[in-house]
């Protein structure tokens, strides 16, 4: 008894009951929230097989071809109440089609007439409110107050990336590059701000991560301008009408900063925390031990930059080999955007190593510490 009031005493323990409370409460909302849609929602009631079928195309790649008849209920709208049935077809490997299941809902498009609906996509929300509640409940619960404090820099960082496309959007004279550059600096400084709070070493974070991250973009850029972007596959941005090189490097900043900032931080609290437990050592010893932080950290983090922009276009790889096209070819037409852009990073992220080096002892320099 006594170790549940002091469990319900404590304000953090609330925070988390009640962002509890809340997420169970969405979860729930999303399975009855059809009549909120202004598109037609359906829920799939029965599917009856009609065929199955193997395919082999000219590649001679095999795969299985199933033709369906999905009865579907029509839960919002003018047609609510309603069944209706639509012949679906889809292969296993669902490389350009989508198998469905029973009790599956499904957004639809309805023209005149109710037999005329098919399926645009599945309805989703339940998995996206799902899987962003338990990220939050871990990062709270592992994180606590610092945990809080993360997710409110990830809600403001989001807010500033998606602000900065919208006004591009609605202002095209203004450029994305320009814009995307205002919401990293904002960005960077709340953020740490809300991480570490406001401390010296903050102040030395600040300055390196925005270093680090402009000047490996500023190198990228002369690069690209000196060399006219030689075996950079900018065509392969599909569908883009804007100026492939400007949105390239905007992407380069936003994916840069976070491994820069990663770096930036570690290296800085590091070397605060060496001086707090050894306030005799020298600024020689002192910097040699941020080096070797900074050595142990770079390759982790270039790999993981890696790895991150690679994976995203894994699929679209497959498909092109799939395809008989060579491995040379694939990997220019999916890779070399990606590759180019860890590159980057990773030039961001030597750079920041010496940077905030210097920066933590020009710091203690101008407040007097031991050389």
């Known amino acids: 008894m006594n170790s549940t009031k002091k469990i319900l005493k404590r304000p953090f323990n609330w925070v988390v ?3 509890c409370i809340i997420f169970l409460g969405v979860f729930i909302f999303t399975f009855m929230n059809a009549k909120f849609y202004d598109i037609p929602i359906g829920q799939i009631t029965s599917i009856e097989n009609k065929s199955t079928s193997q395919i082999t195309d000219e590649h001679h790649n095999k795969d299985t071809k199933h033709k369906e008849q999905l009865t579907i209920k029509i839960l919002n709208g003018k047609y609510e109440g309603k069944t209706t049935t639509i012949q679906h077809q889809y292969i296993e490997s669902q490389a350009d089609s989508e198998a469905y ?3 599956n809902k499904v957004l639809l498009h309805i023209d005149d007439k ?3 609906a098919y ?8 998995l996206i409110v799902a899987i962003t509640g338990l990220f939050l409940l871990t990062v709270l619960l592992v994180g606590r107050k610092i945990g809080l404090q993360s997710i409110l820099s990830l809600v403001i960082n989001t807010i500033v990336v998606v602000l900065a496309i919208y006004i591009h959007n609605q202002y095209p004279s203004i450029s994305l590059f320009g814009l995307m550059s205002i919401g990293i600096f904002i960005s960077t400084i709340l953020t740490l701000i809300l991480v570490t709070g ?5 102040l030395v974070t600040i300055i390196s991560t925005l270093l680090g991250t402009f000047i490996c973009v500023g190198i990228t ?4 301008h000196f060399t006219d972007g030689s075996g950079i596959k900018f065509e392969t941005m599909s569908f883009l009408t804007l100026p492939p090189k400007e949105v390239f490097l905007a992407s380069v900043l936003i994916g840069t900063l976070g491994a820069v900032m990663d770096v930036a931080i570690t290296i800085a609290s590091g070397m605060a925390e060496i001086l707090r437990r050894t306030p005799d050592i020298s600024m020689t010893r002192w910097a040699i031990a941020g080096r070797n932080i900074g050595q142990d950290i770079m390759g982790t983090m270039t790999n993981i930059l890696l790895f991150s922009y690679l994976s995203g276009s894994l699929p679209m790889l497959l498909i092109y080999l799939k395809n008989a096209n060579t491995v040379t070819y694939t990997i220019s037409m999916n890779w070399s955007l990606e590759i180019s852009r860890a590159i ?11 940077i905030t080096i210097l920066l933590m002892q020009l710091w203690f320099r101008m407040r007097g510490a031991n050389q």
Do not use: A, C, M
Not at 344 to 354: A, K, N
């Open 119 to 126: 399926i645009t996509e599945k309805k989703r929300d339940s």
């Open 114 to 116: 109710l037999s005329s």
């Open 221 to 224: 850029q002369l690069v690209i």
């Open 344 to 354: 980057t990073g990773g030039i961001g992220i030597v750079l920041t190593i010496p």
């Open 101 to 103: 299941s029973t009790n």
């Open 17 to 19: 009951f009640v962002f």
């Open 198 to 202: 406001w401390q010296w070493r903050t």
